[in-house]
């Protein structure tokens, strides 16, 4: 099971899309397609206009230590995931406004405010390994890999 999540954000409003079944790897779009159906969405997924920009994890230049999902198991089975080593600042200007974990074909998010802290517990009792999202509004997606 492939457990990477595949987003892709508008480059005005911001809106942000999730690709369910991003297909085949072999799939050539034509144009002709649905954009669910073709892996670099070639068939136009527009927003405002635009050609929608795919998220890439780990990419914008910024701290990685206030960032990067830091995640570990607890006795109950269950994930819990901080945003950072160092606390991610959680203001109206800049904050993480979600996280999620994928394991097993399942995602699960839970969406954050600003004043709020940057953490989340996630039940994924049969996992194996779990991978971690975050989203920050200013500097991007992150992406780690939390193994069983």
Known sequence: MNESVVLYQCPDCGYIVEVVN??????????????????????????????????????????????????????????EVKVGAAAHPMTSEHWIRWIWAVADGQVQRVELEPEQSPEAVFSVKEAGDVVLYAYCNLHGLWKTLLPR
């Open 22 to 79: 991003p297909g085949s790897p072999e799939l050539i779009c034509s144009g002709e397609a649905f954009a669910a159906t073709c892996v670099e969405v070639a068939a136009g997924l527009e927003c405002c206009g635009k050609k929608m920009v795919k998220l890439e994890s780990n990419t914008v230049e910024a701290s990685q230590e206030k960032h990067l999902p830091v995640a570990e198991w607890l006795a109950t089975g269950q994930v």
